[in-house]
């Protein structure tokens, strides 16, 4: 089993920033891919970035492209979400996900274990 704990949702005004984190435990990190998908209530679970084993490929929600940066430390435990120029429709629940393969994936469906969430709001 894989526990996930995200952490750094908050609220800031549109423009600002926020960085999110996520801390695994548990059994291997290091053979995960992760990602990071976001919930608006009454909506669908939106793909957000996300991130290979090796780090080396990261594809990005067609929302986000340009302003969020996805990145895992060294040892493979962690995963962030650098948030850049926010904006009030980023507004969501995100969530941190792990999935039991070396190439990231864009599908919700494709991960194995999920965090709680953390809460982000952006005012206009």
């Known amino acids: 089993q894989v526990q996930l704990v995200e952490s750094g949702g908050g609220l800031v005004q549109a423009g600002g920033s926020l960085r999110l984190s996520c801390a695994a435990s548990?059994?291997?990190?290091?053979?995960?891919?992760m990602g990071w998908f976001r919930q608006v209530p009454g909506k669908e679970r939106e793909f957000v970035a996300a991130?290979?084993?090796?780090?080396?490929?990261?594809p990005y929600g067609d929302a986000v492209k340009g302003r969020f940066t996805i990145s895992r430390d060294s040892a493979k435990r962690s995963v962030y979400l650098q948030m850049n120029s926010l904006k009030p429709e980023d507004t969501a629940v995100y969530y941190c996900?792990?999935?039991?393969?070396?190439?990231?994936?864009?599908?919700?469906?494709?991960?194995?274990?999920w965090g709680q969430g953390t809460q982000v709001t952006v005012s206009s």
């Open positions: 996900a792990a999935r039991q393969a070396l190439h990231a994936s864009t599908v919700g469906n494709d991960y194995n274990y």
């Open positions: 548990g059994r291997t990190f290091g053979i995960y891919a």
């Open positions: 991130i290979s084993w090796s780090g080396s490929i990261a």
